[in-house]
């Protein structure tokens, strides 16, 4: 083997994981968690009611 074949290797290697996170993350195994963790910026704000009234 030479540098070239190990170079190959790690570039085959390198791909197989990004495919892999690839597949993990648009699973739909997760697709809750990542809809609840998407939310979680807004989770401190308080819910705004629209009553027809003004805000002044």
Same mark, same amino acid.
């Given at each position: 083997m030479d540098k070239g *074949? =190990? =170079? @190959? $290797? +790690?570039t085959l290697l390198a791909m197989a !994981?990004? $495919? @892999?996170v690839c597949v993990w993350a648009w699973s739909d195994k997760r697709k809750q968690r990542f809809d #609840? +963790? !998407?939310?979680?910026p807004? +989770? *401190? #704000?308080?819910e705004r009611t629209?009553? @027809?009234g003004s805000d002044d």
């Open positions: *074949d =190990l =170079l @190959g $290797i +790690a !994981a990004f $495919i @892999g #609840e +963790a !998407a939310q979680l807004f +989770a *401190d #704000e308080p629209s009553k @027809g």
